[in-house]
T-cell receptor
Framework: DQQVKQNSPSLSVQEGRISILNCDYT??????FLWYKKYPAEGPTFLIS?????DKNEDGRFTVFLNKSAKHLSLHIVPSQPGDSAVYFC???????????FGKGTKLTVNP | GAVVSQHPSWVICKSGTSVKIECRSL??????MFWYRQFPKQSLMLMAT?????????EQGVEKDKFLINHASLTLSTLTVTSAHPEDSSFYIC???????????FGQGTRLTVV
C-alpha cells in the first residue's frame, strides 16, 4: 500500500506560468516532508522541505504548502522555467524514523 | 548543501561477475546511509539501510547475500552486487543523512548494465 502518492505522472506547463505538483500521504505519523528534483541518470537533488508544524515554506521560486487535515502537500514553482523540467519526487519522514518514503514522481515539462 | 559522492557513475559487467559501488559523504559524517534502486519510469525503491559498524537492514524481498553492504566508516558505504545477472541491470542510488539535518542527500547514481 502506497503511503505517499503522486497521482499525476506528468505535468506540462508553459514557461512563466505556475507549476503545481501535488502529493498525498496516508500515514499520520509522517511529520516532515521533502521535495526532490531528479534529472535522468542522476541522483535526486533536495529542493525544499516542510515540517508538520508549518503550513507553508518558501524558498525563492519554490513554495511548499502543507494541509495536515487533508494529508496533502503541494509544490508551487513560479515562474516556471524550462530548466525546471525534471521528475519531482515527494518524500515523507516519520517521527523517529530515518527512512524516507517516496512517491512515484511527477514528470514536469516546462515548454518555452 | 552537503555532498554525497557515488562511484562509478556507470559500469558494464559480464554475467556472473561482482560489482562494487561506493558511496561517500564528503563533508559530513553519516551514521546511516541508504541504498536505492530505480527501475525505468518507477520510483526509488529502498533496498537497505546501512549502519556504520553494524549489519545492514534489508527491505523485504531484497536478497542480502546478493547485495552485500558494508559501512566501514562514517563516510563510506559500499554495495556489492554479487554474481550479477542481466535482471540486476538498474540504476542504483545511495543517500546519506547528516545527523544535524533532516534532509537526505543523494549520490549521482550508478547505472549498472549486466551483459
Amino acid at each position: 500500500d502506497q503511503q505517499v502518492k503522486q497521482n499525476s505522472p506528468s505535468l506540462s506547463v508553459q514557461e512563466g506560468r505556475i507549476s503545481i505538483l501535488n502529493c498525498d500521504y496516508t500515514n499520520s505519523m509522517f511529520d516532515y516532508f521533502l521535495w526532490y528534483k531528479k534529472y535522468p541518470a542522476e541522483g535526486p537533488t533536495f529542493l525544499i522541505s516542510i515540517s508538520s508544524i508549518k503550513d507553508k515554506n518558501e524558498d525563492g521560486r519554490f513554495t511548499v504548502f502543507l494541509n495536515k487535515s487533508a494529508k496533502h502537500l503541494s509544490l508551487h514553482i513560479v515562474p516556471s522555467q524550462p530548466g525546471d523540467s525534471a521528475v519531482y519526487f515527494c518524500a515523507s519522514l516519520g517521527s523517529g524514523s530515518e527512512k524516507l518514503v517516496f512517491g512515484k514522481g511527477t514528470k514536469l515539462t516546462v515548454n518555452p | 548543501g552537503a555532498v554525497v559522492s557515488q562511484h562509478p557513475s556507470w559500469v558494464i559487467c559480464k554475467s556472473g561477475t561482482s560489482v562494487k559501488i561506493e558511496c561517500r559523504s564528503l563533508d559530513f559524517q553519516a551514521t546511516t546511509m541508504f541504498w536505492y534502486r530505480q527501475f525505468p519510469k518507477q520510483s526509488l525503491m529502498l533496498m537497505a539501510t546501512s549502519n556504520e559498524g553494524s549489519k545492514a537492514t534489508y527491505e523485504q524481498g531484497v536478497e542480502k547475500d546478493k547485495f552485500l553492504i558494508n559501512h566501514a566508516s562514517l563516510t563510506l558505504s559500499t554495495l556489492t552486487v554479487t554474481s550479477a545477472h542481466p535482471e540486476d541491470s538498474s540504476f542504483y542510488i545511495c543517500s546519506a543523512r547528516d545527523q544535524e539535518k533532516t534532509e537526505a542527500f543523494f549520490g549521482q547514481g550508478t547505472r549498472l548494465t549486466v551483459v
